[in-house]
């Protein structure tokens, strides 16, 4: 089993910057894919970075340049920076950890909010 929290989000300017954490219970070592995703109001769950168990990494998009996704083995978290965040990206982002479509854990999400 393993338990995903995550951190960091709060109220930030537009441009401004934020890094949310996603500490996990339980190994996600092995995990094939650890992923940041974000649901804004009215919208659907969308994945923003993942981070692949072969060392590859995926940046969706709109967030590419801006985001950077990593992790700390020893302290068995993951990391999203977010620079230059803008009014539309107001949402709950959310640590996943995937390994299959029957083993896939989720956080419960921490609150983003990009307003002057």
């Known amino acids: 089993q393993v338990q995903l929290v995550e951190s960091g989000g709060g109220l930030v300017q537009p441009g401004g910057s934020l890094r949310l954490s996603c500490a996990a219970s339980?190994?996600?070592?092995?995990?094939?894919?650890m992923g940041w995703y974000r649901q804004g109001p009215g919208k659907q769950r969308e994945l923003l970075a993942g981070?692949?168990?072969?060392?590859?990494?995926y940046y969706a998009d709109s967030v590419k340049g801006r985001f950077t996704i990593s992790r700390d083995n020893a302290k068995n978290t993951v990391y999203l920076q977010m620079n230059s965040l803008k009014p539309e990206e107001t949402a709950v982002y959310y640590c996943n950890a995937y390994w299959d479509p029957s083993k896939s854990y989720w956080g419960m999400g921490t609150q983003v909010t990009v307003s002057s």
């Open positions: 981070l692949f168990r072969g060392g590859g990494i």
């Open positions: 339980g190994s996600i070592f092995s995990a094939y894919r």
